[in-house]
């Protein structure tokens, strides 16, 4: 390895119409099932990071703050490259996202999809995408749905090698937006891997189990199908039955807002009123009002006239994560 490597990546966070939702395996974050979603084109993680030999400690700094190294779960990430390569270089990462962090909008998979591509470049490892997939995966499970473009499944592997994701569709298959509406920005109080280990707790989340594959194929036909109103009202399904896990677990988790809910009761007038939109919502109070790409400004403007929404991010499908050379340091 040269003396100083370093690499920049850009990686989307991504939206899951098909969710998941607790872990087969917490070390290897292996889900219980499958999950389906799409790649955000504003929703954006860019990570520099390099190794270099002068260099004294590991340096990590997010959004221009220097964050502790104690259990920093970068630092754990780059631990698994450096044991690949074979390497105790010092490293320095430096990390900017464009969007509001840990509000439900998963910044944790566009942070380590960056970071996994960044790394992996910086140590002059040439990564397959699957590799890349199963690699991001470790570090937050839905980053491994950030690496491939466009709309992206997560395939329900019981293996390390057989749970990674790959792209269903390129970006410009179907004219389908995300308006983001940000009713907070404060963090949320609890994490979503903390989240995570409760699922097992809700009286129903065997019977979410038990039909989560043919969901799956569902949703997969009514992507093939571009049949937006049944996909629609399976994504807000999905959404209200994954939160309905949250709500019934123990101890429960409650992470929608006033906003929140606001947000979804206006959408259901909206469709009253013509306009096809539907919601889902993530680990978090901030909601993805899905629609067609024609209607993204007017559901943007209906969402803005809500008091608790702060501001819109208007998304469409695409590409997934990949290297630049425009380095933040």
Not at 78 to 95: N, Q, S
Request: aromatic residues 8%; hydrophobic residues 40%; charged residues 25%.
């Amino acid at each position: 390895m040269k003396n100083k490597l370093k690499a920049t990546a850009v990686a989307p966070s991504n939206i899951a119409f098909i969710k998941y939702w607790g872990k087969k395996d917490e070390v290897l974050r292996l889900p219980e099932n499958g999950s389906i979603s799409m790649n955000l084109s504003n929703l954006l993680t860019t990570t520099t990071v390099e190794f270099n030999t002068s260099f004294k400690e590991d340096v990590v700094t997010f959004n221009g703050e220097k964050e502790s190294i104690k259990n920093n779960r970068a630092l754990k990430h780059i631990e698994r490259i450096r044991k690949i390569v074979g390497i105790t270089t010092k490293v320095k990462i430096v990390t900017e996202n464009n969007f509001p962090t840990s509000t439900g909008l998963s910044s944790s998979a566009s942070g380590f999809a960056a970071l996994t591509f960044a790394a992996t470049a910086a140590a002059s490892l040439t990564f397959s995408e699957k590799e890349l997939s199963i690699l991001a995966r470790q570090g937050s499970g839905s980053a491994c749905r950030s690496i491939p473009d466009g709309f992206v499944e997560w395939l329900d592997g019981d293996t390390s090698e057989t749970s990674y994701a790959k792209s269903l569709y390129k970006p410009d298959y179907w004219d389908i937006a995300d308006v983001v509406a940000v009713v907070s920005t404060e963090k949320k109080d609890i994490a979503t891997t903390a989240g995570q280990k409760l699922a097992g707790s809700s009286p129903f989340f065997d019977v979410r189990k038990k039909h989560m594959k043919g969901k799956i194929a569902t949703m997969k036909q009514l992507l093939k199908q571009k049949n937006f109103p049944a996909f629609g009202e399976l994504v807000e399904a999905e959404a209200l039955e994954l939160h309905a896990i949250m709500l019934t677990s123990i101890p429960s988790l409650i992470y929608w807002l006033p906003g929140t809910l606001r947000v979804m009761k206006a959408v259901k007038q909206w469709r009253q009123e013509g306009v096809l939109v539907y919601f889902t919502i993530n680990t978090g109070q901030d909601v993805h009002l899905i629609c067609q790409k024609k209607d993204a400004k007017k559901v943007s403007e209906l969402a803005l006239q809500i008091s608790d929404v702060k501001k819109t991010i208007i998304n469409t499908p695409t590409k997934g994560a990949f290297l630049t050379e425009k380095h933040l340091f």
